[in-house]
Nanobody
Framework: QVQLVESGGGLVQPGGSLRLSCAAS????????MAWYRQTPGKERELVAK???????NYADSVKGRFTISRDNAKNTVDLQMNTLKPEDTAVYYC????????WGQGTHVTVSS
């Protein structure tokens, strides 16, 4: 069974940076499309960024130019570098692995507040 463990969340001031990391296990990692989603109370989970098995990336319009997704197939990790954070980036961030089916991590909280 695929396991995803996120880390790196926390409290940061507006304009600051955070780096989220997701470690995958029990997975042929290189075959999977990996993604980060986020969710706030009362709203649907939304795609933040994804990276395919061949390294193609997509970003939500709201994070383009500020967030960068990357993967390390040797370490089975996918990271999300978040810069110039805004209060509206506050959410629970979830790692997702997709290869025919979806697997989710437990989520990590990101709070952007002064």
């Amino acid at each position: 069974q695929v396991q995803l463990v996120e880390s790196g969340g926390g409290l940061v001031q507006p304009g600051g940076s955070l780096r989220l990391s997701c470690a995958a296990s029990r997975i042929t990692f290189r075959l999977y499309t990996m993604a980060w989603y986020r969710q706030t109370p009362g709203k649907e989970r939304e795609l933040v960024a994804k990276i395919t098995s061949v390294g193609s990336t997509n970003y939500a319009d709201s994070v383009k130019g500020r967030f960068t997704i990357s993967r390390d197939n040797a370490k089975n990790t996918v990271d999300l570098q978040m810069n110039t954070l805004k209060p509206e980036d506050t959410a629970v961030y979830y790692c997702n692995a997709k290869f025919y089916t979806d697997t989710w991590g437990q989520g990590t909280h990101v709070t952007v507040s002064s």
